[in-house]
């Protein structure tokens, strides 16, 4: 193991991983503007596109092409020039760098070199449907864009729904009915389900219901836009558990720090039974 620290006296670059707007301009930070201008070189994921932004807040700071069928001969090109000190910084078309977008390896090498990696906050699609859905925000679990077919994906949505935590997920408006109707397979018709497109953008909408609800929907109004998908966990059914296991899962969060009482309040509400109940098993009343 190994410290790194951001900010220090270093002869090498730094690689600073900037978010950029998923929709609205408005959402690039100022610090996310100021980085841009004083980098040496911006390894864009689409040069075409980040020109439009460079141009918006006036940075002429030059580009390179970093992508998924490049990245094998730029990353050893990136290492190097930081090496000799340029400060690079990486951006994907829209939103958090490495998120569903290039830029994982390219990190991975830096920290194997001993470069500063400095991520600076912004925009994410997906924190962003969370904290609006009106599903619980924590824990969450994000998977980000599904395999498109075969085994594999029903697999990954079967895992999906039998988790607890609220899931996350990215579609395009070409498989979103494809993949509403493979959850309404899977989950109990009342299981909640949020739709949410366009985000920051002036059609932003969001579809909140059941997943039959939802899934219904779409196949009266064409999706249209990027989407976020969030799935409501799991909740146990009260006949699953035994007074033993729910006292089990109260302990088990109290050993984590938890209150007892606010211990009590999360397990009540994860297995939709109320507190008192859970309460007076904890206690053993």
């Known amino acids: 193991m190994n410290e790194q620290k951001s900010f220090h006296d270093n002869s090498f670059g730094s690689l600073f991983l900037v978010p950029t707007p998923i929709g609205n301009l408005e959402d690039m930070t100022f610090r996310a503007v100021k980085q841009l201008q004083e980098v040496d070189l911006i390894a864009a994921e689409d040069t075409r596109n980040t020109k439009k932004l460079l141009n918006h807040f006036e940075i002429t700071t030059q580009q390179t092409s970093f992508h998924e069928h490049n990245k094998a001969q730029k990353i050893p090109e990136l290492i190097e020039k930081l090496k000799t000190g340029m400060d690079i910084a990486q951006v994907s078309d829209a939103g958090t760098p490495s998120i569903s977008d290039p830029g994982k390896e390219l990190v991975q090498a830096a920290i194997e070199e001993n470069i500063s990696v400095v991520a600076l906050p912004g925009a994410s699609a997906s924190t962003t449907a969370l904290i609006a859905s009106g599903l619980e925000p924590q824990p969450f679990y994000f998977y980000g864009f599904l395999t498109r077919k075969g085994k594999q994906?029903?697999?990954?949505?079967?895992?999906?729904?039998?988790?607890?935590?609220?899931?996350?997920?990215?579609?395009?408006?070409?498989?979103?009915?494809?993949?509403?109707?493979?959850?309404?397979?899977?989950?109990?018709?009342?299981?909640?389900?949020?739709?949410a497109r366009e985000l920051t953008k002036i059609h932003e909408s969001f579809v909140r219901g059941t997943i039959e609800e939802v899934s219904d929907y779409f196949v009266e109004h064409e999706p249209k836009?990027?989407?976020?998908?969030?799935?409501?966990?799991?909740?146990?059914?009260?006949?699953?558990?035994?007074?033993?296991?729910?006292?089990?899962?109260?302990?088990a969060l109290v050993n984590q720090g938890q209150k007892p009482k606010d211990a009590i309040k999360e397990v009540s509400t994860l297995i939709n039974q109320p507190k008192n109940k859970v309460y007076d098993i904890y206690h053993e009343l």
């Open 153 to 195: 994906r029903q697999a990954e949505l079967l895992d999906l729904t039998n988790r607890q935590e609220t899931s996350i997920i990215y579609e395009s408006p070409f498989r979103v009915v494809k993949t509403l109707n493979d959850l309404k397979e899977i989950l109990d018709s009342n299981r909640e389900v949020v739709a």
């Open 225 to 251: 836009g990027e989407f976020v998908i969030l799935i409501a966990g799991k909740v146990e059914a009260e006949l699953d558990l035994s007074d033993q296991e729910i006292a089990a899962k109260v302990q």
